[in-house]
């Protein structure tokens, strides 16, 4: 797996669908990473299958609210800030880089300070998706301590978090960020090679080239996107059901930026594929989809609203009244469904009264 | 100057004087001590005229809100831990431990944190009285980092912040401190002999005693105490000017715990030696005094609400319905008069639209 200017869009495109409408607008990331490859920066992409023992890397990336992604953007020195503070704490440098989620900017932060520190970057995460808290990550499931975390604003003004678990951490740093403007740059999750086999989610930077791919292809062919994206996973080495939940126009959308979050819910209306109404419900990323009332998706599975005709992937923060677009549902990794990580991710650590239904069970 | 059982209470009751009603009730800050005391820990007290040049002390205090110290209390082993992560990020370990503010129970933290580590205690503190935020120190006025800053909750929980200015570290560390329920054991501003010696104003551990005793004397002798508070400042070495603004009895109280502070104001209706009202705004500590809406005292200049009969101070925190109370003011120490003093903490930088007028010109 190489990362060049030939497949970018393809990878900014599949992370953006695997964001679930969360992780923040891939934009500015392909612009900085366009940057770095054009100057002819090489980024190295680490196969997590033929890790070197001596791995250790940390996890990049930005956190708060998508809303505010959109004005103040992700910050690459401000994250290797963030490194080096974790590294002062633990007295060990770090020879990797490495994605906390595979979904949105966070997909290509970890390539700009890939770029800007010279480490590679392993083609694995802790999610395999976009996730809003900090705990919600398979590391901290499978026992990856997540301190010391460090966060620092666009001026340099750093944190550092050492705390009994992950929860306590995302309690503090949101309530920071928010102070720091509703976006910080974070660093967490040191990890071993041992630890990224025991517990990564992997070679979900090779996916989203693919899946991106899987997109322009028929784009290009003049065959439905939408159709390829579900094929592609269905058709895997892996297969994953994946169905589309709902084919609507946008007809309301309620937003709010509260506690350096971005949460509200989306209402669709039926056209041409279905009928009645379905409402997607958000917390950065999409969270559980019903149709007329009844539960058609819930997370840690995937749920994606995608443009209709053209498959590109529509951002909970703008998403907007007139959008036609088609709700997709994707399983999510085995992984990501034991009981231990639904404890963590499912609908209840939402504070949903809904339990996690598997994708394939809701039909 | 040295703490026994027998200077205890004087200390106590002085400390709370200086708090001009906040730095939260000592009274817990008392048990503690009095354990200490009884245990027969020696609490050794530096002069500050008398440093030895290779002294490096860190100054310890909680921080929160008055009202959430009364059941959230001041807890010595966390602020140990607080001081430990200082002493991590600098590599460099301190012989000494500093009172920040001279007042409520932030005057008794450092000598607990004295007696669980050993280490000497400064007469000396950032203030000489209690104020709300952490740049509000004559170390920050006169040129003293704060940083690093820790703060660490009861659980063990440390959040270290590496900010460019004070007042930036005040705004994070206080999110994180509503967080931690209210309250968080610090540890910040790191200095040398010199720096104490350039910036610090000297001998408030020494000035607690002396004005709890001339308030205890003056009871014994059945003489006013409030009185004999008065004459104490102003026969001083370094007199004082120091005045009865208002003798009342409390109509009204308006308190929140709101952002992590005690604010709020206190109403007064005169009674004997006073006629009209007095009302005294408040957050955490008194800020500024008004009789029938004319200006009695500013910020810096210290408000004390003391017992009318026996000077005991009421706190912002236990203020109530009925309290027959003789408001004071208290001229600060010249250190804290200055231009580039009252830019910090002067009634503008607590968003107040009076200047600073001192005391003795408002007669």
């Known amino acids: 797996m190489k990362l060049t200017r030939d497949n970018l869009h393809d990878f900014i495109r599949g992370a953006a669908i695997l964001g679930t409408g969360g992780g923040g607008d891939p934009y500015v990331g392909r612009l900085m990473l366009e940057q770095e490859l ?8 680490l196969d997590p299958d033929e890790l070197a023992d001596d791995i250790f890397a940390i996890n990049v990336f930005s956190m708060g609210a998508p809303t505010v992604f959109v004005e103040k953007i992700p910050n690459g020195p401000a994250t290797v800030t963030s490194v080096r503070k974790v590294e002062q704490v633990l007295g060990r440098k770090f020879n990797a880089i490495m994605p906390v989620e595979a979904g949105g900017v966070n997909a290509t932060l970890p390539l700009i300070v890939g770029a800007l520190t010279g480490l590679p970057v392993i083609d694995a995460d802790g999610m395999g998706r976009a996730f809003p808290e900090l705990q919600m990550v398979t590391y901290n499931v499978y026992g990856v301590d997540i301190c010391p975390l460090v966060t620092t604003d666009d001026f340099g003004n750093s944190v550092t978090y050492e705390t009994s678990d992950a929860a306590r951490a995302e309690w503090l740093a949101r309530g920071v960020c928010v102070r720091m403007g509703g976006i910080s740059q974070a660093a967490a999750y040191p990890m071993t090679a041992e630890q990224i086999r025991d517990t990564a989610v992997r070679h979900t930077l090779t996916l989203s080239v693919e899946i991106g791919q899987a997109v322009r292809e028929a784009r290009e062919q003049h065959r439905d996107p939408v159709g390829a994206l579900l094929d592609y996973f269905r058709k895997a080495r892996h297969p994953r059901h994946a169905a589309m939940l709902f084919d609507g126009k946008v007809i309301d959308v309620l937003r709010e930026t509260k506690h ?58 703008s998403l907007k009244y007139g959008n036609r677009v088609k709700v997709v549902g994707i399983a999510a990794a085995p992984v990501m469904r034991t009981p231990e990580a639904l404890a963590i991710f499912g609908p209840r650590a939402f504070k949903m009264e809904e339990d996690f239904t598997p994708l394939e069970a809701l039909g």
């Open 38 to 45: 054009r100057k002819g920066t090489d980024i190295r992409i």
């Open 260 to 317: 350096g979050f971005t949460v509200g819910r989306v209402l669709l209306d039926g056209i041409e594929n279905s009928s009645g109404t379905c409402e997607v419900t958000f917390r950065n990323e999409f969270l559980i989809a019903k149709q007329d009332g009844r539960v058609a998706a819930t997370v840690p599975d995937l749920i994606c609203c995608l443009d209709r005709e053209t498959a590109e992937p529509i951002t909970t923060e």
